[in-house]
Each structure stands twice: as C-alpha cells, then as structure tokens.
C-alpha cells in the first residue's frame, strides 16, 4: 500500500508540477520581501546605532564649558571653556580646545551628501597634537588653510568625493576643497555620524566664539595621572564654571543615546515593514491554500486504494513541509538583494543605512524561514482535513463542483479577526484621548490603525466567498444580457466555486487597498499643506539652499543672504526664518506625580524680525510683536505643558539657560514657519547665536531680480511659495514617502499571487473547457466565460479593496482629529483603479484560458 500511494503521489507531483512551480515562485517571493524587510529593520538599527568608533578615543578628560545637557550627549554645553585656563593646569599632558557646528556638505551640483541613518554631519576643528588627534589620514594631508576641510572616509565613499574635489557648506555660504579623507579608529565614521574637519580657527569662527574659547576641551593626562583623578582636581579648581567628565563616561553615554535611537528606529522602521510582511503572508497562505484546494480530489483517490484520512493528511503535510522548506530557503536568500534595493530606496530620500553591514544572526535567517514553514503548515491544515474527509466515491465524481460548507467557522473565524481589529482601535482611541496633541500622537495612533487594519483585511478575506454568490448573480444576469447563453454558463461557473473566486478577489482586493490608501493618504496630505502653506505663507517667495537635509527640508543657509536682497528693486520685506531646539527645564508638567522625574520636553523654536513680520507669515492668533525676553508658544505646547500667558519658563539651549516669559498663544496651521515657538531675533542670540537659517522669506521683488542679486552665493536659490512650501514639508513627509517602497514591493507581490490563483484556477478547470468544447462550445464562447468570470473578480477585489481604504482613512481622520488625513478621493481615483484592475486580471487569465480552450477534446477529458 505504501508503494501504492507512493506512485500516486509521484503521478499527481509530475501532473500537477506547473501549479506546484508557480506557488512555489510565490512563496519564494513573500519570503523574499518578509526576509528583506526584516533584514533592512535589523541594518537600521545598526546603522543608527553608531559607528563603535569615538573622536574621544585619545582623550582622558572632557572640560565642556558651562552645564552640559544629561539627556543628550551630543547636545552643545551652555557654556565658554578658555583653552589656556586648562593647558596650563598641572597633570595636563596636552589639550586641544572643541567645538561643533551642525553642517550640511553638498556637492556643487546641490546634492547633499547624507549622513549615515539619523546620524549628522558637524563641522569639528582638526586636532594636530599626536596626543590627542583621533583622526587617521587615509589620503591627502590635514587642513591647513581657511577653505580646506578633511572629511570622513564614509563622506568619500557615498558622495562619490576624493582628495581635491570641492565641497558647498551653505549654513557657511561657502566653497572648500579636500584636502584629506580620514578614519576614526579603522571606521568610516563616528557615532555622532560624518564629520568635517577644518582648522582651528574656521570653525571658531563659525560656531561664533570669542577668540580662544571654545565649547569643550580635550585633555590628555600626563602619564602616570589616572583620568578619575585628574576629573576631580580640574572640577574642583574650575568651581563649577564647567562639567568635568571622564572622555570614558562620555563615550558610554553616546553608545546608549545611539543604542536606544537605533532600537526606536529599527522599531519604526519594522513597523512600516509590517505592511510588507503581511503581504507575504497573505500571499503564501492564499495561494499555498489554492493549491492544497485544486488538489482534494486527485488526494480523496488515495482512500479507494486503502489510503486513511490520517495517511493522508500526513502527506500533505509532509508535501506543505518541503514546499514551505525550499522556499524558506529560497526566500531567506533573496531577501539579501532584496534588503539591499530597500536600502538604495531608503538612501535616495536621505535614510542611508548601508554603513551598515548585512545581517547574518539568528533573526535575519531563522524567523523569515520559520514564517514561510509556519503558514504553509496552517494553510495545508484545513485542506488536509477537507481532502481526508472526502469518500471515494465522492472523489471519483466529475464535477468541479465545490462541496458546501458550513457558514459558521467562516463567520466566527472573522468574528475573532474582526475583534482583534477592534482592539487595536480602542488602542489607538485611547492614545487619542491620554496622549497632547501633536505629531507624535498622530503618528502613534496611525501605527495602531495600522495593526488593526490587518486582522480587518483579513477578516474581509475570510468573508469573501459569501459575497461571490450574490455579485456572482449580478454579474452573470449581465453577462447573460450582453452574451447569452455564454453569460449564463459564466453565472454557473462563478457560483459553483466561490473559493476559486474568492481566492484571486482577495489578492486583488489587497493590492487596491494598498494602492488607494497610498494615494488617498498622499493626496490627503500634500493637499492640505500646499492649502495650509498658502495660507500662512504670505510672502511670495523664499530664498533657500539647494541642498537638502537628511530629513528632507532645505538645507540651513546663512544668515547675511537677507542683506543681498533688501535692496533689490519691488522688495518690501526680506526676513531670516531661523530655528533651534531647546529643552523645556521648568515649570514641570501640572500632571507630575509626587516623587516622578519630569519627562525632557523639547522643541523648535523660530526667530523671525517682529516688525515685518505679518507681512511675510500670516499666523493663527496674530501674535503681538515680541519684545527681547519674551517668547510665543503654539497652542499645542501650551496645553501639552500646561503652560499660561504671562509665566516665566526657563529653557535650555545652546547658550546654556535661558528665563522666558510666555507672551502669547498662536496656531501655524502649516506647521512649516513656527510650529512650535516663535521669538524676536534678539531672544534667539540669546538662545543660539548659531541658529541655522531655514529660508529668507521675501515680499515683492520678482524671481529674475533676486536670482540675480544672490547669484553670487554658491548653493542658494529662489523658489516661489508652492515651491518652498512643498521642498519645507519634505521633512514631514519622510515617513510618508518611506512607506512607499515597502508598498510598491508589496503590491508586486500581491499581483503576483493574483495571477498565480488565476492562472491556476483557469488551469484546474481544464477537464472542464473540453468538455464545453465536445458540445459544440467554441474558443471564443470558452474565453468570453474566463472572462466574465474575471469581471467578477474585478468588480469584488476593487470595491472590497477600495471601501477597505476608504475605510482605514476615515478611521484615521476621526481618531487622530488631523486635518491632514482626510477621506476626500479625487474623482479619477475609482476609474483608474477599476481600469488598472480589470488589465491586470485580464491580462493574467487570458493566457490560461486561450491555452485551454485550445485543448483538444480527448486530451481534456483525460484531464486529473
């Protein structure tokens, strides 16, 4: 008996091996993007984990001017250190003064050269003393003059730059040469991120300090001084005119800031990663189901030769096992070239990751594997049931008629999924109602959508049989007004085998729901700032860098532009919009439990000339114009913070801290020019002498004029206000437009397992069309049916897919209350939907059903 059903199985394997290539084709492809998309979380975190390498590697004691911030590493302290006032200390073997200036390097073209993952890039002095330098010449020679820089080797590698090559600094309004390229420690960066590396007295002049001081001091303990000891004499002798600490204790502090980063970007970046994960998934369980379904039958005849139900669900199984192997394998392997176009995808918008090596852990390699396994053993359980349930006489009939089920599993299976969906969305209520305002919120209650959104699609998967027999009907009374009697036969083919529809519809249904709610939300989105920028925006033109950050914006420009333009001919306003972040010290949040620690609360705060103001932003609340001491705050920050017109607030900033009084409440709608805070320019020196310059915003004047008068400035040009307000919003946008690569691989794999269940749908029907053709049926009447039966897998995945989009963003509108997410289609959506849909299940049933209504007649009934 065993080497009876042996041979069965060997005969249905070399039968049926094309459906058996073609889902295994798809399974490889799920893997494949499951694999990749882990892969690409997993080279995110290392890469925003940070380079291991430390510019402080050499240095025993760090002297930060001031108070330095205890929540960030990175952050500049508040204060001046004199470098002589430490040199000449005793135990001091070398010392070298510090300081760091966020920058962006572009080529000359404009193109910015990206830091890796969510690191910076910082102008730094070069450090000569051999003492202390960390800094490695790889090529070329150190800076020496004004406008030569050395970079590191990770700048060279991704910019495509070498020694001699010229770079733009706009923040400096400069061009410099390449003198050197240099590693930190046998790395191609820090942890900081890129560095650039100019003399000494450069970079005092851009971080605007006075003549021989600096932010920090790099010290080098004489040799037998241990670094502890020298800490507490240098802290003691400064009496608490600067923080004293360890290099040692600094570089563990800036390995956990990166750690923890890294683990909340791998965390976000999974998240997005899901939605192709559980394309994947849904791909494999369909068409792996679609196969174990076709193959009841030719398995029900092993119990007329003696085979038991429980042999035979043992052989599929087993079957489910190999297949689930093989592609497991397969899939595991491609998900390396896969991961890599994702990063390629990720770096052209300014997200580089590939400092990052390729994972090979246990995560990378055994969970996209036991994932593939897992849902080819779920999805061959029920058919295994299903075929071990059939008599054999019941397997001998010819029919391709599908036996009835009970409604009931199906009902309370979409029950339990429908449930789980409606916790994820209490979830994201909930969020709603604890959590301010703000994009935080929106983003975390977006995610929670999200997760309920699959088990939702899901759900409307397992219900979709029960919705072929009615719009089944619809369809075939159609077909039957406009073919006949061929529309009549489709009505019967379509009802008679629901899950046949069913299977290919859900696929369908899945790519529309992708691709409406990638457009819905884009549309959304893009409309309501180009709407929200006009209308705060009230100066025609803005005069920005052309290069970009990593996020996406502009890049800061300097401050002295506005002086080219003011005199040019029709200009009435030319004001600096500059920013900075500052950290909220007191008051503490009213909602503080006795004992709690305050959480660090920080924001952007933009500085702009009071007195022309209004001319050039038209803000919500008409602030006052702000005198030096005061501040504006939005009404989000207020009632986050529980804050009042009229209090003081203290903030720490790049000067060290700084007393506010909260003079007014406003709203920018844009959340482009002052989303946060506004002050007058006088307060900003206070806070940030340094403040990058976002754009000059300008009123009057025509683009030809002032091109003209900042011709001269390499790295700057003039947009008009659609244009700015659409290259500003860049950086908000960056989570959206990183959506779209996961998405597009998503809906490729998804079309691709709609023609997988088509194609073998229309191939198991083979039998079938030839006997059609015995009774006189011809080719074309034959094709006609195929496809009035694809018509109905059209018209079931679009609207299924098209309400399940329609449906996520309303969710997303009512529970995060943005008026950037809103259910508003544009009226070619549905049509260009219902088109894209209908070519491609046209176009993956056509073939099949012409290759067999072109069977002969004998051939077909031999058919299974």
Same mark, same amino acid.
């Given at each position: 008996?065993?080497?009876?059903?042996?041979?069965?199985?060997?005969?249905?394997?070399?039968?049926g091996?094309?459906?058996?290539?073609?889902?295994?084709?798809?399974?490889?492809?799920?893997?494949?993007?499951?694999?990749?998309?882990?892969?690409?979380?997993l080279?995110? $975190?290392?890469?925003?984990?940070?380079?291991?390498?430390?510019?402080?590697?050499?240095?025993?004691?760090?002297?930060?001017?001031?108070?330095?911030?205890?929540?960030?590493?990175?952050?500049?302290?508040?204060?001046?250190?004199?470098?002589?006032?430490?040199?000449?200390?005793?135990?001091?073997?070398?010392? *070298?003064?510090?300081?760091?200036?966020?920058?962006?390097?572009?080529?000359?073209?404009?193109?910015? %050269?990206?830091?890796?993952?969510?690191?910076?890039?910082?102008l730094?002095?070069?450090?000569?003393?051999?003492?202390?330098?960390?800094?490695?010449?790889?090529?070329?020679?150190?800076?020496?003059?004004?406008?030569?820089?050395?970079?590191?080797?990770?700048?060279?590698?991704?910019?495509?730059?070498?020694?001699?090559?010229?770079?733009?600094?706009?923040?400096?309004?400069?061009?410099?040469?390449?003198?050197?390229?240099?590693?930190?420690?046998?790395?191609?960066?820090?942890?900081?991120?890129?560095?650039?590396?100019?003399?000494?007295?450069?970079?005092?002049?851009?971080?605007?300090?006075?003549?021989?001081?600096?932010?920090?001091?790099?010290?080098?303990?004489?040799?037998?001084?241990?670094?502890?000891?020298?800490?507490?004499?240098?802290?003691?002798?400064?009496?608490?005119?600067?923080?004293?600490?360890?290099?040692?204790?600094?570089? #563990?502090?800036?390995?956990?800031?990166? &750690?923890? =980063?890294?683990?909340?970007?791998?965390?976000?970046?999974?998240?997005?990663?899901s939605?192709?994960?559980?394309?994947?998934?849904?791909?494999?369980?369909?068409?792996?189901?679609?196969?174990?379904?076709?193959?009841?039958?030719?398995l *029900?005849?092993?119990?007329?030769?003696?085979?038991t139900?429980? &042999?035979?669900?043992?052989?599929?199984r087993?079957?489910?096992?190999?297949?689930?192997?093989?592609a497991?394998?397969?899939?595991?392997?491609?998900?390396?070239?896969?991961?890599?176009?994702?990063?390629?995808?990720?770096?052209?918008?300014?997200?580089?990751?590939?400092?990052?090596?390729?994972?090979?852990?246990?995560? *990378?390699?055994?969970?996209?594997?036991?994932?593939?396994?897992?849902?080819?053993?779920?999805?061959?359980?029920?058919?295994?049931?299903?075929?071990?349930?059939?008599?054999?006489?019941?397997?001998?009939?010819?029919?391709?008629?599908?036996?009835? +089920?009970?409604r009931?599993?199906?009902?309370?299976?979409?029950?339990?999924?429908?449930?789980?969906?409606?916790?994820?969305?209490?979830?994201?209520?909930?969020?709603?109602?604890?959590?301010?305002?703000?994009?935080?919120?929106?983003?975390?209650?977006?995610?929670?959508? @999200?997760?309920?959104?699959?088990?939702?699609?899901?759900?409307?998967?397992?219900?979709?049989?029960?919705?072929?027999?009615?719009?089944?009907? @619809?369809?075939?009374?159609?077909?039957?007004?406009?073919?006949?009697?061929?529309?009549?036969?489709?009505?019967?083919?379509i009802?008679?085998?629901?899950?046949?529809?069913?299977?290919?519809a859900?696929?369908?249904?899945l790519?529309?729901?992708?691709?409406?709610?990638?457009?819905?939300?884009?549309?959304?989105?893009?409309?309501?700032f180009? =709407?929200?920028?006009?209308?705060?925006?009230?100066?025609e033109?803005?005069?920005?860098?052309?290069?970009?950050?990593?996020?996406?914006?502009?890049a800061?420009?300097?401050?002295?532009?506005?002086?080219?333009?003011?005199?040019?001919?029709?200009?009435?306003?030319?004001?600096?919009?500059?920013?900075?972040?500052?950290?909220l010290?007191?008051?503490?949040?009213?909602?503080?439990?006795?004992?709690?620690?305050?959480?660090?609360?920080?924001?952007?705060?933009?500085?702009?000339?009071?007195?022309?103001?209004?001319?050039?932003?038209?803000l919500?609340?008409r602030?006052?114009?702000?005198?030096?001491?005061?501040?504006?705050?939005?009404?989000?920050?207020?009632? +986050?913070?529980?804050?009042?017109?009229?209090?003081?607030?203290?903030?720490?900033?790049?000067?060290?801290?700084?007393?506010?009084?909260v003079?007014?409440?406003?709203h920018?709608?844009?959340?482009?020019?002052?989303? $946060?805070?506004?002050?007058?320019?006088?307060?900003?020196?206070?806070?940030?002498?340094?403040?990058?310059?976002?754009? %000059?915003?300008?009123?009057?004047?025509?683009?030809?004029?002032?091109?003209?008068?900042? *011709?001269?400035?390499?790295?700057? $040009?003039?947009?008009?206000?659609?244009?700015?307000?659409?290259?500003?919003?860049?950086?908000?946008?960056?989570? @959206?437009?990183?959506?779209?690569?996961?998405?597009?691989?998503?809906?490729?794999?998804?079309?691709?397992?709609?023609?997988?269940?088509?194609?073998?749908?229309?191939?198991?029907?083979?039998?079938?069309?030839?006997?059609?053709?015995?009774?006189?049926?011809?080719?074309? $009447?034959?094709?006609?049916?195929v496809?009035?039966?694809?018509?109905?897998?059209?018209?079931?995945?679009? %609207?299924?897919?098209?309400?399940?989009?329609?449906?996520?963003?309303?969710? @997303? #509108?009512?529970?995060?209350?943005?008026?950037?997410?809103?259910?508003?289609?544009?009226?070619?959506?549905?049509?260009?939907?219902?088109?894209?849909?209908?070519?491609?299940?046209?176009?993956?049933?056509?073939?099949?059903?012409?290759?067999?209504?072109?069977?002969?007649?004998?051939?077909?009934?031999?058919?299974?």
């Open positions: 008996m065993g080497n009876a059903m042996w041979l069965i199985a060997r005969r249905s394997f070399i039968q091996w094309p459906r058996l290539t073609a889902t295994l084709l798809a399974a490889v492809g799920s893997i494949a993007l499951i694999a990749g998309s882990l892969q690409f979380a080279r995110a $975190q290392e890469a925003v984990s940070g380079s291991d390498a430390s510019e402080y590697f050499r240095t025993d004691v760090l002297v930060q001017g001031g108070t330095a911030d205890p929540d960030d590493p990175y952050a500049p302290p508040g204060g001046r250190i004199r470098l002589d006032r430490i040199a000449s200390r005793a135990g001091v073997a070398a010392a *070298a003064g510090d300081a760091a200036v966020a920058v962006t390097a572009a080529r000359p073209g404009g193109q910015a %050269i990206m830091a890796s993952a969510e690191g910076r890039t910082v730094r002095p070069w450090v000569p003393d051999p003492w202390l330098t960390p800094y490695r010449l790889e090529a070329g020679r150190a800076p020496a003059a004004d406008a030569e820089v050395a970079i590191v080797r990770h700048m060279s590698r991704v910019g495509r730059v070498r020694v001699g090559d010229a770079l733009t600094l706009p923040r400096q309004t400069r061009r410099v040469e390449i003198t050197g390229i240099v590693s930190v420690q046998g790395r191609d960066a820090v942890a900081a991120g890129d560095l650039v590396l100019a003399s000494s007295e450069t970079v005092r002049r851009a971080a605007v300090l006075p003549a021989g001081t600096w932010q920090s001091v790099w010290v080098k303990a004489t040799p037998g001084v241990p670094a502890d000891r020298l800490r507490s004499e240098l802290e003691r002798e400064l009496g608490g005119q600067a923080t004293v600490r360890t290099a040692d204790t600094v570089r #563990h502090a800036q390995a956990d800031a990166a &750690q923890s =980063e890294g683990a909340s970007v791998a965390g976000v970046i999974g998240m997005l990663a939605v192709a994960i559980f394309v994947g998934l849904f791909v494999v369980a369909d068409t792996f189901g679609t196969l174990a379904r076709q193959r009841t039958r030719p *029900a005849l092993l119990g007329a030769v003696g085979a139900p429980r &042999q035979i669900r043992r052989l599929i087993l079957e489910a096992l190999v297949m689930g192997g093989i497991s394998v397969a899939g595991v392997a491609a998900g390396y070239p896969v991961s890599a176009l994702i990063t390629w995808l990720f770096a052209r918008d300014g997200f580089d990751v590939s400092a990052a090596d390729p994972q090979f852990g246990w995560v *990378a390699l055994a969970v996209p594997a036991a994932a593939g396994i897992v849902v080819t053993q779920l999805a061959a359980w029920r058919a295994a049931r299903r075929a071990a349930g059939v008599s054999p006489v019941q397997a001998l009939r010819s029919t391709v008629a599908e036996p009835r +089920e009970r009931w599993p199906r009902l309370m299976t979409a029950f339990a999924l429908l449930a789980g969906a409606g916790f994820w969305y209490a979830v994201a209520v909930a969020v709603r109602l604890s959590d301010p305002p703000g994009l935080d919120r929106t983003f975390g209650v977006s995610l929670m959508i @999200l997760f309920g959104s699959m088990p939702a699609v899901t759900a409307l998967a397992v219900l979709t049989p029960l919705f072929v027999g009615p719009l089944g009907g @619809l369809v075939g009374r159609l077909g039957t007004l406009v073919s006949g009697e061929t529309g009549r036969l489709a009505h019967a083919t009802t008679r085998s629901p899950r046949r529809v069913s299977s290919a859900s696929s369908l249904m790519g529309v729901a992708l691709v409406a709610s990638a457009t819905l939300v884009t549309q959304s989105v893009h409309d309501r180009r =709407e929200a920028g006009r209308e705060v925006m009230a100066a033109h803005a005069i920005t860098a052309t290069a970009r950050t990593a996020e996406g914006a502009p800061p420009l300097a401050r002295d532009v506005a002086a080219l333009v003011t005199g040019t001919p029709g200009v009435s306003r030319a004001i600096p919009l500059t920013q900075t972040e500052v950290k010290v007191s008051p503490p949040p009213d909602t503080l439990e006795p004992g709690e620690e305050p959480d660090s609360f920080r924001f952007l705060v933009s500085g702009a000339e009071q007195s022309g103001l209004r001319d050039v932003l038209r919500g609340g602030p006052p114009a702000l005198r030096p001491g005061e501040i504006a705050l939005s009404s989000t920050v207020m009632r +986050e913070r529980g804050l009042r017109r009229g209090q003081e607030i203290v903030v720490r900033a790049a000067q060290g801290r700084v007393a506010l009084t003079a007014s409440v406003y920018d709608p844009s959340h482009l020019f002052a989303e $946060q805070a506004l002050v007058a320019p006088a307060t900003m020196d206070r806070l940030d002498a340094n403040a990058a310059t976002q754009a %000059i915003l300008v009123r009057g004047g025509s683009p030809e004029a002032l091109t003209h008068a900042v *011709a001269g400035v390499p790295g700057v $040009q003039v947009r008009d206000r659609d244009a700015y307000v659409d290259a500003a919003s860049g950086s908000l946008t960056r989570a @959206l437009r990183a959506t779209y690569g996961f998405v597009g691989m998503a809906l490729l794999l998804a079309l691709f397992g709609m023609a997988t269940t088509v194609s073998m749908g229309v191939a198991e029907r083979t039998r079938e069309f030839g006997l059609l053709g015995a009774v006189g049926a011809t080719m074309r $009447q034959i094709r006609s049916i496809r009035w039966e694809a018509a109905t897998v059209v018209a079931l995945g679009t %609207i299924l897919g098209t309400v399940t989009a329609l449906g996520t963003l309303t969710l @997303l #509108h009512v529970t995060t209350g943005s008026s950037f997410l809103r259910p508003d289609p544009p009226w070619w959506l549905f049509p260009l939907l219902t088109a894209g849909a209908a070519a491609a299940t046209l176009a993956t049933s056509a073939l099949p059903a012409r290759r067999a209504a072109a069977i002969p007649v004998l051939e077909a009934a031999k058919a299974e």
